[in-house]
């Protein structure tokens, strides 16, 4: 998954007045589906209030709302770092920008309520640690509701099908810019359509132009499938497919913003 540093909605922070979490309030977890979002919640009884709360969106969205979070101190409503731990592993869910792109890294961009299942599956409480202060909670019951918050993961947040691959990523700009200049084609339109395997690789490469030299044909092609990364197609039914990503490369206003004009043009 793409993963996105935006640790907390603050639209769907709930606050309560704070008051004392412990592992031995009575473990009440449930599943609730709001503001697009599939939410793993915890009240200690059944008249306590929301405790915690994490909830899953797409791309890598997540909030936390519940009385853990307490009442805000800073004039700006914000808060500072928030962690989890269970056992020897942790979880960072709020910190600086370079710490949580480096935690995405760690687990590979795995969704970090996906990462919470993980470390807390099997453990009978965990620790969230708001701006220095703990809060253990129970998670003796949190793998009762397992299966039910992977149904509304499912049926709200997994990808719709079919569409056809979407490009995720693409590093080769600077490498498909030198070939253009060298090919002189900085002042024209290129359509190109890539064929893309069900693991999101490209495999061929189709150029709307029929240049009279094949060399060049090869030489545009190479970084489009060299350095383009995609989702894979999804068929109706959500599962990955063989596809094809269809687009189009302005040369002359493309190169032009970076700098690739010929020496003549500067």
């Not at 994490?54 to 709302?65: A, I, K, N, P, R």
């Not at 056992?87 to 760690?106: F, I, M, T, Y």
């Not at 807390?120 to 965990?126: L, P, V, Y």
């Not at 490369?249 to 003549?264: A, S």
Request: negative net charge; glycine residues 8%.
């Amino acid at each position: 998954m793409n993963f996105k540093a935006i640790a907390l909605a603050l639209g769907s922070l709930s606050l309560f007045a704070p008051q004392p979490a412990s592992a031995n309030d009575t473990a009440d977890w449930k599943v609730a589906f709001r503001s697009e979002m599939c939410a793993l919640e915890h009240y200690p009884d059944p008249e306590g209030g929301l405790l915690f709360a994490l909830s899953m969106g797409m791309d890598g969205l997540y909030s936390m709302s519940g009385i853990v979070f307490g009442e805000y101190t800073e004039p700006d409503g914000a808060l500072d770092r928030v962690e989890i731990e269970a056992g020897d592993k942790k979880l960072l869910l709020l910190g600086p920008a370079s710490e949580l792109s480096a935690a995405a890294r760690q687990r590979e961009n795995e969704h970090p309520v996906v990462e919470f299942l993980s470390i807390t599956d099997g453990q009978s409480e965990f620790t969230v640690i708001v701006d220095g202060k703990a809060h253990i909670i129970s998670s003796a019951t949190l793998s009762d509701v397992h299966a039910e918050f992977g149904d509304c993961v499912s049926a709200n947040l997994a990808p719709k099908g079919p569409r056809p691959p979407i490009v995720t990523a693409f590093d080769g700009v600077h490498a498909l810019g030198r070939e253009a200049a060298r090919q002189r084609l900085l002042s024209q339109n290129l359509d190109f359509t890539l064929s893309v395997d069900a693991n999101g690789k490209p495999t061929e490469c189709d150029l709307a132009y029929d240049f009279r030299r094949k060399a060049t044909e090869i030489a545009i092609c190479r970084p489009l499938l060299k350095y383009m990364k995609f989702e894979p197609a999804i068929d109706e039914n959500g599962d990955p497919v063989a596809g094809t990503y269809k687009s189009t490369i302005d040369f002359n206003l493309w190169m032009t913003q970076r700098g690739y004009l010929e020496p003549r043009f500067r």
